[in-house]
């Protein structure tokens, strides 16, 4: 039973592994050249302000970097609510 078992997993994953073979550096490089990073125009969060520091353990830096994130998105909450309302009262004049 074990032995069968074995022979049904091995057959199910030749098949696999011959397409994991088919490997393309020179496309992987392409596409990676290919990926930028998004560019967001606005304010420049300095982390090390909220108190992450190199000294500082990975807990406390993850901390710093969760109150920098909340505090940029509320920021940006703000901003697409204040943009949804000019939208919505353009509308209403037109």
């Not at 199910?12 to 392409?30: D, H, I, R, T, V």
């Not at 992450?52 to 703000?78: G, L, T």
């Amino acid at each position: 039973m074990k032995k069968s078992l074995w022979t049904l997993l091995f057959a199910l994953l030749l098949p696999a592994s011959m397409f994991a073979s088919g490997w393309n550096e020179q496309e992987y490089k392409q596409i990676e050249q290919s990926v930028k990073l998004p560019q967001i125009k606005g304010k420049d969060y300095v982390v090390t302000k909220y108190g992450a520091s190199e000294k500082a353990s990975a807990a406390a830096n993850q901390k710093a970097i969760n109150r920098v994130i909340a505090m940029a998105s509320k920021k940006v909450a703000v901003m697409l609510s204040f943009l949804k309302e000019l939208t919505l009262q353009a509308q209403l004049l037109c």
